[in-house]
């Protein structure tokens, strides 16, 4: 419905508007909106959202910092996910045609969806413009519809020896930059021998703003799909949230570190060589299943572009966006991993050994590029948050979408059994029984009232927080004495845990010592 235009205004232009009051929308000398505009002039809530966006931001001139899908983001709540075409597991959903699917159900499902090609590292700037056939870097395309015609079935010739044809139409906001490949604005292949498939795909020559494209050439000309996930009301989806920070001490006025602060130390980046159990410090969640569900797990920092008005006013001196707005220092990802896994093989562990990797990137969020799907036999999971180098300090979140409750502990450490004195096998975790999960549902989603590495952590190396399967009956937790007992502590925690506020929540936690 609206126009985006981002003019490249000279300096003196762009700053003659800029000290305006706050109930007031920048225009140009002639009367129109300086930025982002309605169809109807009449109609004022685009160049509003924009202004309250640009506050946020701490002016206008920082929104050029942002990027499509932080912005999608933002202003819809969405979970991000982005999905690099090049990486081996995406590329085999590629040829396998899963991702095909996924993209097509996530269109259906009200996600937004936009590709890009970004040039990344050594490769960058290498392709020459005509091998991008009329498409721009690093410009955010919009993916609006995916279509699929059996060509056999329509008594239509084969499209590069292939029956089945696959489009993809994408929206280019920018007025150039259409694709000049087959199925483009231009080609000829919608007259002809497959007017058929202009007259399924709504084809106009005339229609600016949108055009099609293969679907091979799609997948190999941009690598990068971010993904918009919206989560519809009512929907069976839920989003579960927990903060936590990576953390290094630093030495006091004689360079002194007591043994306990290092203890605190959980910055360890991701498994090395040198320091093989290092890794294990980082900051980790526990995440129990009760029943299968789908899951969505996003690690974010702080977003580097809020900063806030007066912060703002010193970075745009005279004109200048500082160079580190919009950027991240740190290359943040994680890793999944049963617990089972964790006890029984710790710094051992081998890249095969985990369940699932977020690859380390320099962005505000990092996702796998795809749902996991988490089942109670598994149950429960580690989600290790690292960042690329050790010592790298600042707050992160966890979001986890998922469809069926789970219960979260944040921020605590599993003990790992060294292999010369392995006897996980005949240990039970105090955590697998359904008691005490049910126990801690009643905190779930509440990290801070939970201790953190306080011993019961699993299997500790004292044997503590661990019941051995002989001597105690099944469904008792540590300490447990008589099942019935927990048996109606469990009852009411998860009755009383839906209907309980913060406060109660925490009262509770307190009164059952948890």
């Not at 505009?37 to 942002?66: F, I, N, T, V």
């Not at 006091?252 to 980046?269: C, F, H, Q, R, T």
């Not at 600042?394 to 979408?401: K, T």
Request: with cysteine; hydrophobic share 35%.
């Amino acid at each position: 419905l609206c126009h985006h235009h981002h003019h490249s205004h000279s300096r003196n232009h762009h700053h003659r508007h800029h000290h305006h009051h706050h109930h007031q929308l920048p225009v140009t000398t002639d009367g129109q909106f300086l930025f982002s505009r309605c169809k109807d002039p009449s109609e004022l809530w685009l160049p509003l959202l924009e202004k309250a966006y640009a506050k946020l931001h701490g002016c206008y001139e920082c929104l050029m910092q942002g990027s499509v899908p932080l912005v999608m983001q933002d202003l819809t709540a969405g979970a991000p996910q982005i999905i690099k075409f090049t990486e081996p597991d995406v590329d085999f959903r590629i040829k396998n045609g899963v991702l095909w699917r996924e993209m097509d159900a996530l269109l259906h499902g009200g996600s937004l969806l936009t590709v890009q090609l970004r040039e990344e590292g050594k490769k960058a700037g290498k392709e020459g413009a005509s091998n991008k056939m009329g498409l721009l870097t690093p410009h955010a395309y919009t993916v609006l519809e995916l279509r699929e015609f059996d060509l056999k079935r329509m008594g239509l010739e084969r499209f590069r020896e292939e029956w089945t044809l696959r489009l993809v139409k994408l929206r280019n906001p920018w007025g150039k930059g259409d694709f000049t490949g087959p199925w483009g604005p231009k080609s000829e292949l919608w007259r002809g021998k497959y007017e058929l498939i202009a007259k399924e795909c709504h084809f106009r020559d005339f229609e600016t703003g949108s055009f099609w494209m293969p679907a091979n050439d799609f997948f190999t000309k941009f690598n990068t799909l971010n993904v918009c996930r919206i989560f519809k009301t009512p929907d069976p989806w839920r989003a579960l949230r927990f903060q936590d920070a990576w953390r290094k001490t630093v030495p006091d006025a004689a360079g002194v570190i007591s043994p306990k602060e290092l203890e605190l130390d959980n910055a360890m980046g991701p498994p090395d060589r040198k320091n093989p159990s290092a890794w294990l410090k980082n900051p980790q969640f526990l995440v129990f299943v009760k029943e299968k569900t789908p899951c969505l797990m996003v690690l974010s920092q702080k977003d580097s572009r809020v900063i806030g008005g007066a912060q703002a006013a010193i970075r745009t001196k005279g004109g200048a966006v500082l160079d580190q707005f919009g950027k991240y220092d740190k290359e943040i990802g994680f890793a999944v991993a049963r617990a089972a896994v964790v006890r029984e093989k710790g710094s051992r562990m081998k890249k095969s050994d985990f369940f699932a990797i977020a690859r380390f990137r320099r962005d505000r969020d990092v996702s796998t590029p795809y749902t996991l799907q988490l089942s109670p036999k598994d149950s429960p999971y580690v989600i290790f948050a690292m960042t690329s180098d050790p010592g790298m300090v600042g707050g992160f979140a966890l979001n986890l979408y998922v469809k069926a409750d789970v219960f979260v502990r944040g921020g605590e450490r599993i003990e790992v059994l060294e292999h010369e004195h392995d006897d996980s096998d005949d240990d039970v975790d105090a955590f697998d029984h359904e008691a005490v999960e049910g126990m801690e549902e009643a905190v779930a989603g509440n990290p801070d009232s939970l201790p953190g590495a306080s011993g019961r952590s699993g299997a500790g190396k004292d044997g503590e927080g661990v019941s051995s399967a002989s001597d105690q009956p099944a469904g008792a937790g540590p300490g447990a004495g008589d099942s019935d007992l927990y048996k109606a502590l469990f009852t009411i925690c998860t009755e009383l845990g839906q209907k309980l506020d913060t406060e109660q929540k925490r009262g509770l936690a307190k009164a059952l010592g948890l």
